[in-house]
C-alpha cells in the first residue's frame, strides 16, 4: 500500500507530558477525552522514548533525528550548524514553515528558528496560562495558510510545573489536600528539599492530572478549529511530549533525569487514508521527522538516525523489535534494549542497570550481577558515536557554545525551574 504525498504536516509537542495521564494509554484516567478521541482515528504508539529529559536536547533531536551527542544542543550549549537543516529542506520543497511555541529553553536564542518562515513565542508561564495564546496564535495561523503546502510545529508547557491548572480543574481533583505543598512552586529545587509524604505526592499527581485535562481541552478546541478548516482528514497531525516528569517514582518530583518514567512519551500519528491501530514496536522519538519526510515525498538534507514509521502504519511488520534505544543528559547515558535500561557516565563513575519492566521506579540496580549486558550497551553507544563522527562534525560549540540570554529569557527559565 501506498499513499500520495501529504502536503499539511502539523506537529504537536506537548511538553511534560507522560504516557499514563492519557486515557488512551492507560484505561484507569479519564484526563484526555478529546485526545482519546483523536487517538481512535489514529495510529498510537505505545512504546516511544524520547532522547533526554530535558526541552532543549530532546526538541532538537526530534526536529533533526539526531541524537545529542551529535547535535549537541542543550540548555546550557548552542552549537553553530553547517548543514541543511530539516525545515529548510521542507521550505526549499515549497513548505510554509512556522513554529508557535512556549518559549523557555525553545525561545530562537537555543538555535530553534533555523528554517521556520515564522517563529511565534507565546507569552510565559509567569504572566498566566500560556493556552488561550496558544490557540489564538494557532488558529489564526492555520486559517491565513490553509490553502498552502505548510510544516506547523505547536509547543506548549502548560503540564509542565508549576502544577497550576485553572481552580475549576484543580480543586476538582486536587481540593481533597490539607498539606503545605505550594503549587505555584516548580522544579526539583523546591519539591526534593521537602519532607513529602504520601498524601503530598499523590497532592502533586492529582494537580498534574487537573493540568492534563485543562490541557485536553484547549486540544478539543484545536482539533475542533482543523475539523472547521477542511484540515483534520487532510493533514498528517503528529502528537507527542518532549519527555516525561516523575512524579514521585524513587521520592522524585520533576525531571531532569533519566529514569525510563522520564523517557517514556506519547506518540500518536494522524495519516491521512489510514486506519487506526496499535503498535507495541520499541520506537525513538528520531523517528518522528523520518516519518514527515516519508510522508511529504520530501528527500531528507543528511541521513537522518531515526527510521520512518511509515511502513509500520501502513501494515508492514517491524523490523526491529529489540532495539537500542539512546538518551542522554549532563555527563550521563541512557540506553534502553529489551526490559533491560542502563544509565552510566562514560567516565565509568556511575553504571546502574535496571529491569524497568519488572521494577518500574527502577530502584534495584543489577549491573553488578549482569556484567555482559552492560558491556554490550556500552558498546553500542560508542560504535554509533564514532558512525556518527562525519554528522556530529557539522555542529561545533564556539567558545563552550552557552546560549547568550537576556534578562527575559532568563525569567521565563527561572518560572519553569530551570535556573535560580
Known amino acids: 500500500m501506498t499513499i500520495p504525498p501529504v502536503e499539511r504536516v502539523i506537529l504537536i509537542s506537548i511538553d511534560t507530558l507522560r504516557a499514563d495521564f492519557l486515557g488512551c494509554y492507560n484505561p484507569e ?27 532543549a536536547t530532546s526538541h532538537k533531536s526530534i526536529l533533526y ?54 517563529y511565534i513565542e507565546l507569552p510565559p508561564l ?27 510545529f505547536l509547543h506548549n508547557y502548560e503540564p509542565h510545573c ?68 477542511g484540515l483534520y482528514d487532510s493533514s498528517l497531525i503528529l502528537f507527542t511530549s518532549d519527555h516525561g516528569e516523575s512524579l514521585g517514582e524513587r521520592g522524585y518530583v520533576g525531571h ?22 496499535r503498535i507495541d514496536t520499541p520506537l525513538e522519538s528520531i523517528d518522528l521527522m523520518p516519518t514527515i519526510f516519508a510522508s511529504v515525498g520530501v528527500e531528507p538534507p543528511y541521513r537522518f538516525q531515526g527510521k520512518s514509521l511509515l511502513p509500520l502504519m501502513l501494515g508492514q511488520p517491524p523490523q526491529d523489535t529489540d532495539r537500542f534505544r ?14 533491560w535500561h542502563l544509565v552510566y557516565s562514560p567516565d565509568g563513575h556511575r553504571t546502574e542497570l535496571y529491569d524497568f519492566r519488572a521494577d518500574p521506579e527502577e530502584v534495584d540496580d543489577l549491573s553488578a550481577d549482569n556484567e ?34 537576556d534578562e527575559k529569557a532568563r525569567e521565563e527559565l527561572r518560572a519553569l525551574g530551570y535556573i535560580q
Open 162 to 229: 508549576p502544577y497550576d491548572a485553572p481552580d475549576e480543574y484543580s480543586s476538582k481533583r486536587a481540593g481533597w489536600y490539607q498539606g503545605e505543598v505550594d503549587p505555584g512552586q516548580c522544579g526539583a529545587q523546591y519539591y526534593n528539599k521537602l519532607q513529602m509524604g504520601k498524601d503530598d505526592f499523590q497532592f502533586v499527581r492529582d494537580l498534574y492530572a487537573a493540568e492534563v485535562e485543562y490541557l485536553d481541552d484547549a486540544l478539543g478546541r484545536l482539533f475542533g478549529e482543523l475539523k472547521r478548516l
Open 256 to 277: 531532569n533525569r533519566l529514569y525510563h518514567v522520564q523517557l517514556r512519551v506519547p506518540l500518536i500519528v494522524k495519516l491521512p487514508d489510514t486506519p487506526p491501530s
Open 326 to 339: 539512546i538518551a542522554t543528559h549532563s555527563n550521563l547515558v541512557s540506553i534502553h534494549r529489551g526490559h
Open 29 to 55: 484516567r479519564d484526563t484526555s477525552p478529546h485526545l482519546d478521541q483523536f487517538a481512535s482515528h489514529s495510529v498510537v504508539f505505545t512504546e516511544v522514548l524520547s532522547h533526554a529529559s530535558s526541552t
Open 126 to 152: 509567569l504572566r498566566g496560562n500560556q493556552l488561550q495564546a496558544f490557540e489564538e496564535e494557532s488558529f489564526k495561523w492555520l486559517a491565513e495558510h490553509r490553502q498552502d503546502k505548510f510544516f506547523l
Open 372 to 405: 555482559p549486558i552492560v558491556r554490550e550497551l556500552q558498546d553500542y553507544y560508542h560504535r554509533m558515536e564514532q558512525d556518527s563522527r562525519e554528522l556530529a562534525d557539522q555542529f561545533e560549540l564556539r567558545d563552550g557554545g552557552a546560549p547568550v540570554l
Open 65 to 118: 533525528s539526531l541524537y545529542p551527542s551529535v547535535h549537541k544542543t542543550s540548555k546550557d550549549t548552542v552549537p553553530v550548524e553547517h548543514l541543511v537543516s530539516p525545515l529548510q529542506a521542507l521550505q526549499a520543497a515549497g513548505f510554509v514553515t512556522a513554529g508557535i511555541v512556549g518559549g523557555g529553553q525553545l525561545r530562537a536564542e537555543f538555535g530553534f528558528a533555523k528554517g521556520f518562515d515564522e
